[in-house]
């Protein structure tokens, strides 16, 4: 099935699907089309949706205005109820070609229990604004994420029924929900990518993109991780002093800080940063293994740098804690939170 979600649509709308109509009747293809109706409420959308229905295509409305992300779990809960085995998304705005949709589909059916990316390539006729937000978002989502995704913004993606559950899990609403997606396949180790052409409209005004809003969100998905770490970090660094302040022992200081925050991290790790699926509570004696060779590292490191140096204790735990932490996270990214589903690799080019 196609999900086709939509807000305020022109009649690109309805360009795009008479041509996926006249490309299935060309090709011997059928396939269901389903578009979202995300509340919009202009006359021209509204009409654009009328001409949709009468000419038989299948549209749901939201009341109100729900988010593009809203919009896509809408269609994939009405996959799901359908036992359909795989959508494939593509954007109102016609950058999606009927020819890539399929491509992008056929690729899907012959890869198990995998999703595929339509990855556009940027040149030079792609305009700077675009080019530059995709590449940065990349970089930074290779960084904290893995994978070798090239392009995380793509619309065009084959979804099979395997994630239906999981997608429909994701809390996040707009744009950022496709982010979210995306980390949830890479992390599953199953995205491939198919390269499709790329297109453009001038100043691209079908698009409802808001920069301010949509782009912190989606820039907080990538660093959730780093920000829970660090807010976490304040709370086991005034824990360790307190417990220091009452007991001054260095081994019952660290045990207790690193329970607290064995506790807090995992239960914020789990619902809002890394969301592996239900194989999550497998990865908590790793976890455990983790916090303990971090107490291992830090108590006799402590206690020798405080005989030696005279500094605080706290401030030592404080850069010990600070010198563990880009090893805790990857170790956390690679080994701990990261489950798979079948043998593919992160967005493998087919």
């Known amino acids: 099935m196609i999900v086709i979600p939509a807000y305020e649509p022109d009649q690109t709308l309805i360009v795009l699907v008479g041509e996926l109509l006249e490309y299935m009747h060309n090709n011997d293809q059928i ?88 990855r556009r390539v940027f040149n030079k006729n792609t305009p700077l604004r ?94 959730r991780g780093m920000l829970v770490s660090l807010l976490l970090a304040l709370v086991d660094f005034l824990t360790f002093h307190f417990v220091d302040l009452l007991t001054n022992s260095t081994t019952i200081s660290v045990l207790v800080a690193r329970t607290v925050g064995t506790v807090g991290y995992f239960y914020l790790a789990r619902n809002f940063v890394y969301q592996a699926g239900n194989e999550f509570y497998i990865s908590f004696t790793k976890y455990l293994a983790l916090v303990l060779l971090n107490i291992l590292i830090l108590v006799p490191l402590i206690d020798i740098v405080e005989k030696y140096l005279e500094l605080p204790k706290v401030f030592i735990y404080m850069l010990a804690t600070l010198g563990l932490f880009l090893f805790n996270f990857y170790v956390q990214k690679a080994f701990i939170f990261k489950t798979k589903i079948s043998k593919s690799h992160s967005a493998k080019r087919i």
């Open 130 to 223: 675009s080019k530059f937000g995709n590449e940065l978002t990349v970089r930074l989502f290779r960084w904290t994420h893995g994978g070798h995704v090239n392009d995380t913004q793509t619309g065009l993606r084959y979804i099979p029924q395997i994630f239906y559950s999981d997608l429909l899990a994701i809390s996040e609403q707009r744009y950022d929900f496709e982010l979210a997606a995306l980390i949830l396949f890479v992390k599953k180790g199953a995205c491939h990518e198919v390269i499709i052409q790329t297109i453009y409209e001038p100043g691209n005004p079908s698009s409802h993109f808001r920069k301010i809003q949509d782009s912190a969100k989606i820039y907080a998905i990538l660093f």
């Open 31 to 118: 396939l269901p089309l389903l578009i979202i109706n995300d509340g919009s409420t202009t006359d021209v959308a509204l009409q654009v949706f009328s001409i949709l229905r009468d000419r038989g295509i299948e549209v749901i409305t939201h009341d109100v205005n729900q988010g593009k992300g809203a919009a896509l779990k809408t269609g994939i809960k009405i996959a799901q109820d359908r036992e359909i085995p795989f959508i494939v998304t593509v954007d109102a705005d016609g950058q999606h070609l009927p020819v890539d949709v399929f491509r992008v589909m056929k690729a899907g059916i012959e890869t198990e229990n995998s999703v595929i990316l339509g």
